[in-house]
C-alpha cells in the first residue's frame, strides 16, 4: 500500500463526518444565527471584538488548538506501536470525539457570555468546582507556557534559519490587522500581501540565520516571553487575531503542499501496520490515546475555545466551521505528520534510532519526511518549511495560551488589571 490511498481515504472521512456527524451535533445545539454573541454583546475593543470574517478566526482558533503536538504524537506513536493503530484513532477520535468537544466547548461559552470553562463550571455544578478548575487550568496553563517557550527557543537555537520567518511575522501580521481593521482593506488583497511577505521572510532566514551561539536558549526565552505578555495584553485585532490568521494560512499551504507532493511521489509503506500492544514505552491502551492527544482529542482545545474564539466569533453558525471543522483540520495535520514518517523512512530501526534518546527527536523526523514528501515543489527547503510550519503552530498556542491564563488569573483572583494578571503568568 503507499501513503497516497491513506491521504486520500481520511481526506474523504472527514468530509463525511463534517457533512453528517457535524450537522447532526449542530442541530442537537439548537444554533440560532439571530442569537447575538459575546463579541458584540460584550464588546470592549480588548478581548471582546467580533472577527471580520469566519475565516479570520477559523485561521487564529486552528493554529492555537494545533501547537506542536499533532505532528509530534503520531511521529512517536508510529514508532512504538505502528501506523495503523495511530491511524484509526486520529480518525475516528476527531469525527466523533475530538470534533464534538471542540463545537460542545465553544457554543457553551457562546452561550454563557464568553466564559471559560471553569467559570461555567461554576455556574452550573457550585462555586467549590470553579475554583478547584481554575486552579488546575490555572497552573496547567503555566506548564504549557514554560514548555512552549523552552521548545520555540530551542528551535531558535538548533535551527536558526527559522528565527527571521518566525518572528518577522509579528511586525507582518500587525500590518495586516491595521489593513483589515483600520484601513477596511480588502480582505483577499491584504491576505495575499501577507502570506507573500511570510514566503520571502522563509528564503531570507535560510540565506540569513541567526545564530547566537551558547547564549542563545536564554536570549531567545526572554524575547519570547517579552512576545507573550504584549501579544497578551493590546487588543485581539491588532496582533493575535491577524497573526493567528496569516500563520493558519500558512499551515494550510503546508498542508496542501503536503498531500500534493503524495499525488507525485505516492511514496510505498515500508513500516509496520502494528508492532505490539506491550513496548517498553507502556501498552498501546491506555497510552497511546494519551501520545496522541492533540490530533484525535485534547482538553486543551476547550480552554481556546471559550478562552479567546468564543470572545470573537461574531454568529452562532459558524461555530461548526470553526469548531468542529477546526478539530478536523488539526486531524489532517496528524494524519499529514504520520505519512510524512511513512514516507521519510524505510528502516523502523532508523526511525527509532531517530528518536531514543540522544537522537535528533520527532522534530527532525517530521522535517525528513516532510522534505522527502515535497521535494516536487521546495527541493532543499521542505525540512527548512517543516520547522516554520511547526514552530508558528508553537507560537500560537504560546499567544494564545499565555491570553487565557491571563483569563484565569483574573477569573480566580479577582485580578482586575490585565498588566499585572499577564505580569504573574509570564514571570512564573
Known sequence: MNTLVLGALSIVLFFLGYQLYGRKIEKLYGINPERKTPAHENYDGIDYVPARHW??????????IAGAAPIIGPVVA???WGWGPSLIWIVLGCIFMGGVHDFGALITSVR??????????????GKRTRILFSGFIWMTLILVVAVFVFFSAKTYVEEPKVVIPSLGLIPIAMVVGFMLYNLRLNQVV????????????IFLGSYFPIDLGNKGLFFWTVILLIYCFVASVIPVQILLQPRDYLCGLFLAGGMIFGYSGLVLTHPQIKLPF???????????????????ACGAISGFHSLIASGTTSKQIANERDAKKIGYGGMLMEGLVAILALLAVLAGFREHSTLSQMLSKGGPGPIAAFSQGYQEITNPF?????????VTILNSFIL?????????????????FGIRNRYIATLIIVVL
Do not use: C
Open 378 to 386: 521546495f527541493g532543499a527547503f521542505g525540512g527548512v518549511i517543516a
Open 55 to 64: 475565516f479570520v478566526l477559523f485561521g487564529h482558533h486552528f493554529a492555537a
Open 190 to 201: 491584504t491576505t495575499l500581501l501577507g502570506l507573500m511577505l511570510m514566503t520571502a521572510l
Open 274 to 292: 502494528y508492532i505490539s500492544w506491550k513496548s517498553v514505552a507502556g501498552m498501546l491502551w491506555p497510552l497511546l490515546f494519551v501520545t496522541i
Open 78 to 80: 508510529v514508532a512504538i
Open 396 to 412: 500560537s498556542s504560546l499567544d494564545a495560551g499565555t491570553r487565557i491564563g491571563r483569563y484565569i488569573t483574573q477569573e480566580l
Open 112 to 125: 454563557h457570555k464568553g466564559n471559560s470553562i471553569a467559570e461555567i463550571g461554576g455556574v452550573v455544578i
